[in-house]
Nanobody, 115 residues
Framework: QVHLVESGGGLVQPGGSLRLSCAAS????????MGWYRQAPGKQRELVAV???????NYADSVKGRFTISRDNAKNTVTLQMNSLKPEDTALYYCNGRGAIREYWGQGTQVTVSS
């Protein structure tokens, strides 16, 4: 059974940083495009950042210059480094793995930015 397990969420003050990690198991991680999505209360889930199997990255305009996505194929992990966090970044953050046929989601990790 495929598992995507997120970690690293929490409560942080505005301007602070958090590092989210997603550990994948039971998939050929290196061939999957990996991404982070988020969903705030009352809003639709939205793309935050993606990294392709080849290492190409793409970011939502709202996080460009503040967030960095990276992957470690040897450890089957994808990481989202979040800096200069804002209250509007508060959401449940989900890890996503998308292959040619299948797509998988993690359970989510909560990020709350508040003073």
């Amino acid at each position: 059974q495929v598992h995507l397990v997120e970690s690293g969420g929490g409560l942080v003050q505005p301007g602070g940083s958090l590092r989210l990690s997603c550990a994948a198991s039971q998939i050929t991680f290196s061939i999957y495009n990996m991404g982070w999505y988020r969903q705030a209360p009352g809003k639709q889930r939205e793309l935050v950042a993606v990294i392709s199997s080849g290492g190409n990255t793409n970011y939502a305009d709202s996080v460009k210059g503040r967030f960095t996505i990276s992957r470690d194929n040897a450890k089957n992990t994808v990481t989202l480094q979040m800096n200069s966090l804002k209250p509007e970044d508060t959401a449940l953050y989900y890890c996503n793995g998308r292959g040619a046929i299948r797509e998988y989601w993690g359970q989510g990790t909560q990020v709350t930015v508040s003073s």
